[in-house]
């Protein structure tokens, strides 16, 4: 996994430095999740693979998939990378270039999960208290788990605060287990 993130870091950085000097990040941020999804078809990862396919065969094939998401310079990044054979780092590019576009634009995803629905005072109390932890603009997104008796999971960027009871529990669980 570590591996990934080292080769795909200078491609994910040379993306976010073109798509940020052209002040087209919304429409690189659309192009990169569309090539990620496409390679993690099977046709696609078939064809990556196969040891009869040119590069540019590879990248042809890609860029004509994805011909709506992408323009000239989309095509030779997608191009580079097939000639490189890279063209699996492509979720990987993608993920790494949303954080940096996260970290230009100030904003942090976080994702809820409760054991019931969040109300829109919740929400917006949320949504302040993370704004002022971590400064930044928050994008909350929650879903609802039955499977927790009460509390929440809160995912904040790489930070994780289990506040569930079921979290609780487990914890106290362990903790006894060790006495």
Do not use: C
Not at 30 to 58: F, G, M, N, W
Not at 152 to 160: E, H, N, P, Q, Y
Not at 166 to 172: C, W
């Amino acid at each position: 996994m570590a591996e990934l993130a080292t080769l795909a870091r200078p491609y994910a950085n040379a993306v976010f430095a073109i798509a940020k000097s052209e002040s087209r990040l919304d429409s690189w941020s659309r192009a990169l999740a569309y090539l990620a999804a496409a390679v993690a078809t099977p046709t696609i990862r078939e064809l990556i693979a196969s040891p009869t396919a040119t590069s540019e065969e590879k990248a042809h094939r890609l860029a004509e998939l994805a011909r709506d998401e992408l323009d000239q310079r989309g095509r030779r990044f997608v191009a580079v990378l097939a000639r490189n054979k890279r063209l699996e780092l492509l979720p990987e590019i993608a993920a790494q270039f949303e954080v940096l576009r996260a970290e230009q634009e100030k904003t942090l995803d976080v994702e809820v999960i409760s054991a019931h629905p969040l109300d829109e005072a919740e929400r917006a109390r949320l949504v302040d208290a993370l704004a002022k932890r971590y400064e930044r603009k928050v994008e909350l997104v929650d879903r609802v788990d039955d499977s927790l008796i009460g509390g929440a999971i809160v995912r904040a960027g790489d930070t994780v605060v289990d506040g569930s009871v079921r979290g609780k529990l487990n914890k106290l669980s362990e903790a006894l287990t060790r006495i």
